[in-house]
């Protein structure tokens, strides 16, 4: 029988610089604050899968060094099975992350090192991993051929495929019907549809053209707003779930899609799943931090439960 959810992505150290903005170039600048952590997209949401309840596998490449011994450490605390390769010769990777101490918005430098190398080979090495899992989950920090092989054997095991195409890339059309649901934010969908997301009729148009891509749903993330829940037969926005001030909105959208697949993979549909993962990102960023910012299952539902 199916259980689960397997994410196929990256793990990088986060090293995470807090000031009141970020310096010119050539300029040098006191900050408020720092923090190193674990973090990269697949390993993000492999925590949050696994903190709201989900069996998780996490199929990913590392260095042999301490970066990835914190990756390994982070995954066996929250009881993730790691599947990975190990390479001699290139680092684990690592993420520099500027938070603005008004907004507690972000902007990010991803390194993917190891990651970077992840093969159509290891992914076929991992093959049974993605065909007993209900969920599959992959994003764009790893190459798009070894996502787009992850969403192959997925998509022919009958297995639900969630494909979160973050950083935005150019991407072979092929891709896209490959997906039960693609999960851009508003920049991402701009990127890959053209159309400029600042409004709800905008995110609409947006995933129309994601759908005539070939794409089954897109679930557009729209930051405080909530999420865009747009099908061929239904456009349903999910409103955004307050859980208190917000500190950093690093690692929101992690929580949200985590937290969305352990919803589908519990059988949720896909509107309380939705709802599900707005309230999981909703309570990540009144914390700071990424993974670790990520809340467990009782806190969302008990968040829910109050309306």
Not at 113 to 134: C, F, L, M, Q, Y
Request: hydrophobic residues 45%; contains cysteine.
């Amino acid at each position: 029988m199916k259980q689960g959810v397997a994410i196929l992505g990256i793990f990088v150290a986060d090293l995470a610089f807090r000031s009141n903005r970020q310096p010119d170039l050539g300029e040098t600048l006191i900050g408020s604050g720092f923090k190193m952590g674990p973090g990269g997209k697949g390993s993000n949401q492999a925590v949050a899968a696994a903190r709201a309840g989900a069996k998780v596998s996490l199929i990913s490449r590392l260095g042999r060094d301490a970066f990835g011994d914190i990756a390994q450490a982070t995954w066996k605390t929250e009881g993730i099975a790691s599947h990975v390769a190990l390479s001699g010769s290139d680092p684990t990777g690592a993420a520099y992350i500027f938070v603005s101490d008004e907004t507690g918005e972000n902007a990010i430098i991803v390194v993917p090192g190891a990651a970077d190398h992840i093969s159509v080979a290891d992914v076929d090495a991992a093959r049974g991993v993605i065909e007993t899992a209900k969920v599959f989950v992959t994003q764009l920090e790893q190459p798009i051929p070894a996502a787009k092989r992850g969403l192959e054997i997925a998509r022919a095991a009958g297995v639900t495929t969630l494909f979160n195409p973050a950083p935005a890339a150019a991407l072979p059309d092929d891709i896209y019907p490959l997906c039960d649901y693609v999960i851009p934010n508003e920049t991402e969908a701009k990127l890959l549809t053209g159309i400029p997301v600042d409004t709800l009729d905008d995110a609409r148009k947006a995933g129309d053209a994601l759908l005539a891509k070939g794409a089954g749903t897109a679930l557009i993330t729209l930051g405080s707003r909530g999420a865009l829940l747009h099908t061929r037969g239904q456009s349903l926005m999910i409103d955004a779930v307050t859980a208190g001030k917000v500190l950093e909105t690093t690692g929101a959208g992690d929580s949200f899609v985590g937290a969305f697949a352990t919803g589908l993979a519990d059988g949720m549909t896909p509107v309380d799943a939705a709802r599900f993962g707005c309230a999981a990102a909703g309570i990540s960023v009144t914390r700071l931090g990424t993974a670790p910012s990520m809340p467990k299952r009782a806190e969302i539902e008990a968040l829910l439960s109050r309306g």
